[in-house]
Each structure stands twice: as structure tokens, then as C-alpha cells.
């Protein structure tokens, strides 16, 4: 069950989310540096959170052009599993592979905090360990979480189940105030039509281990470690 992390400059969670692979899987992952044009066999990519090429232009555009996401697109669009975590959604969202857009923060400031979490897919390889309406609690650690898309596009993931998480609080309840960054209709992760790519932007892998302070993004790592296996 091989697993490749993509590596960006100023990536600076990738070795957090190695670590929550290997506990999941038993091996570690392949480590691939963004100039690389060809990626190792692997049923599973992780690009990860970060600030790469410094957020310069707008966070994850400029990484959504480095000659490793060519390799990714591919492998996405044969099927494999794709994971983007704040900074991997930013970039997957810019590189075509998931709708909708990451904009500044409503509050306009950068917000480091753990959030609830309702579970609204628990039918997907990413998912699959949680059940459906769940609560979870995981960290957020971003500026440009702010997801957004146009009315039609919204229709579509709301009518097409694609809304993986939605902030909520600790009730379940979807309210403005349980709202980090503003994003439309609280959503904090989504898939692509055919449910093997997932982008979110809290860090699963910041509440892997019961020495972080919590093991709810633990059930994610079990599930995808699960699904690759089979």
C-alpha cells in the first residue's frame, strides 16, 4: 500500500501527515519533491498543508503549476485516492481538480484554533471510519480558507452529496458562529464528482495520536490505510 507526499517549499506539514500515514499503514510514504515530473507506483497521494512558495500570488496557485501536479491530475483522473489538506485543498482547488475557490478569511485575520467538525460523507475512502452526522474535533491553521463557489456550482456539490465536512458546533448545529473563516454554507471539505479526491482545510494529522490532545483525525489515516489494502 504505497503512499507518495507531494513536498513543496514551504510545505511544513508533510512530515506531520508522514507520520500519521506510517501509524495508519505500517510504511512510511514516499517523500516527492514538487520539481519531480513522474510520481512512484503508489494507491494513495497526500499534498499537504503549508504556506508553499510562500502563499506569493495567492495561496496554492503557483504550486497548482509545478511539474509533479501534472502527474497527479493523471493519477487522479484514473482514480487513485487524492488527499489535500489546507494549503493540498488550495492547490488542488487551483489546479483544476476540485471546484470553488480559497479566499481571504472573512475576519480578514489568520485563525490557528480547533473546530467542530459535522461528518457529512461516511460512505467514502477518506470517511469511511466515521459515521455519518459525526462530531469531530480537528485543528485549523489558516489565512485563505474562505471556500467559495458560484450558485450553480454550489447547487451541484449540495445535489451531488460532493460536501464532505461542514463546521458545526459541539450539537451538530451548522450556525455563522460555528463559521471559522466565512466559507458557504460552512464547508470545510469536499470531494470531486467521482469521490477519490477530497480537499478540506482543518488538519486531520494534528489530532492523529493521543499525545497531540486527541485521535479524531486518526479515523481518516484508518480508513484510507483500509481502502488502499484491499
Not at 449540495?158 to 465536512?165: L, S, T, Y
Not at 470531486?192 to 479524531?216: K, Q, S, T, Y
Request: with cysteine; hydrophobic share 45%.
Amino acid at each position: 500500500m504505497p503512499v507518495a507526499v507531494i513536498v513543496f517549499p514551504g510545505s511544513n506539514c508533510d512530515r506531520d501527515v508522514a507520520v500519521a500515514l506510517e501509524t495508519a499503514t505500517g510504511r512510511a510514504p514516499a517523500m516527492v519533491w514538487h520539481q519531480e515530473s513522474a510520481l512512484p507506483a503508489c494507491d494513495l497521494i497526500v499534498v499537504p498543508g503549508g504556506f508553499s512558495y510562500g502563499d506569493y500570488l495567492r495561496s496554492g496557485a503557483m504550486a497548482a503549476h509545478s511539474p509533479i501536479m501534472r502527474a497527479v491530475i493523471e493519477r487522479a483522473n484514473t482514480g487513485t485516492p487524492v488527499l489535500g489538506i489546507c494549503n493540498g485543498f488550495q492547490i488542488l482547488a487551483e489546479a483544476g481538480l476540485l471546484p470553488g475557490i480559497l479566499m481571504r478569511n472573512a475576519s480578514l485575520k489568520f485563525v490557528c484554533r480547533d473546530v467542530d467538525l459535522r461528518v457529512e460523507r461516511a460512505d467514502t475512502v477518506f470517511t469511511g471510519a466515521y459515521a455519518q452526522g459525526e462530531i469531530l474535533r480537528v485543528p485549523v491553521a489558516h489565512h485563505d480558507g474562505n471556500y467559495f463557489a458560484d450558485a450553480e456550482t454550489l447547487q451541484r456539490l449540495e445535489d451531488g452529496g460532493q460536501v464532505a465536512f461542514r463546521y458545526c458546533d459541539t450539537g451538530g448545529n451548522v450556525t455563522p458562529e460555528a463559521n471559522p473563516n466565512g466559507s458557504i454554507n460552512n464547508i470545510a471539505g469536499i470531494l470531486n464528482a467521482d469521490g477519490n479526491v477530497l480537499g478540506m482545510m482543518p488538519h486531520p494529522e494534528r489530532l492523529a495520536d493521543p499525545l497531540l490532545g486527541g485521535i479524531d483525525g486518526a479515523p481518516m489515516f484508518d480508513a484510507l490505510a483500509e481502502a488502499i489494502a484491499a
